[in-house]
């Protein structure tokens, strides 16, 4: 009698390869290791592509600053804002802190506002406004200080530019009261009217007096402007000599 043969372990049944449970678990772990590696690969690669990208943006002169745009009210501030930017020149225009320039731009005390802006891919554009003087202040040396309408400071001159009054002997600590007297006559006064003061004159109190054209105005003390502005634009379709509108509720005219 012939012994029957025992099918073999590693056979199912048609003949097919039946895995042991140790085979499922190294084909498996092989698994895992090829998506290790494709995640590390990709992540390598992810890395290598956003230093390339940073170097390019940031390090490289593909974003460079190479020109400046400036606009401005006045040749000066044009020029003081030039000066400024230049110095960010070649540097990435991602990089340039424009609030930082804008400070540095305003600092010049010609200069009333700065705004900075980026120009991608290489420029920078930035608008600047100058303060306007409406009132000079005649220093012991002759010079001419030149104010804005809020009393800042502007620059020294040796002569104001037309339009501009020119308060003599009007600068120091003791006129404060007066400077501040007077800008608030220049703020009142239309634009018309204020291109036209001349003679502008205050004294130890305060009291303001001008002249516009031929008529000689007596301001008086700091009270009531707009109430006096109103007067003085009336009172001079007259054209008369003088206007006193010290007191403006009684205004005089000779």
Known sequence: ??????????????????LSFADGWGRRAQQLRRKRSHRVLWGAGIALLGL?????VLGSTVFGVAKLEISGTSAPV???ANRMASTERGRSVLLVDT?????????????ADA?????????????????????GLENTKGEVELLD???????????????????????????????????????VLPEALRARVRDLRFDATGSVS?????????????????LKSRLVQILLTKKPQS????????????
């Open 149 to 187: 309408i809020s009393g800042v400071r502007i620059e020294t001159v040796s002569k104001a530019p037309a339009g501009v009054p020119v308060v003599k002997g009007g600068a120091g600590v003791a006129d404060a009261s007066g400077v501040r007297a007077s800008l608030e006559v220049m703020s």
């Open 210 to 226: 001008f002249r516009i054209a031929g008529t000689d105005i007596v301001w008086g003390p700091p009270e009531r402007p707009e």
């Open 78 to 80: 044009r020029a003081v």
């Open 99 to 111: 609030g930082a320039l804008e400070e540095r731009i305003e600092k010049d005390s010609r200069v």
């Open 52 to 56: 390339v990208v940073a170097w390019v």
């Open 243 to 254: 206007i006193d509108v010290s007191a403006p509720d009684t205004p005089v005219t000779t």
């Open 1 to 18: 009698m012939t012994a029957t043969k025992a099918p073999s372990s590693a056979a199912g049944s048609g003949g097919r390869r039946v």
């Open 115 to 135: 705004t900075v802006r980026r120009g991608l891919p290489r420029s920078l554009v930035i608008e600047v406004t100058a303060r306007i003087p409406v009132l």
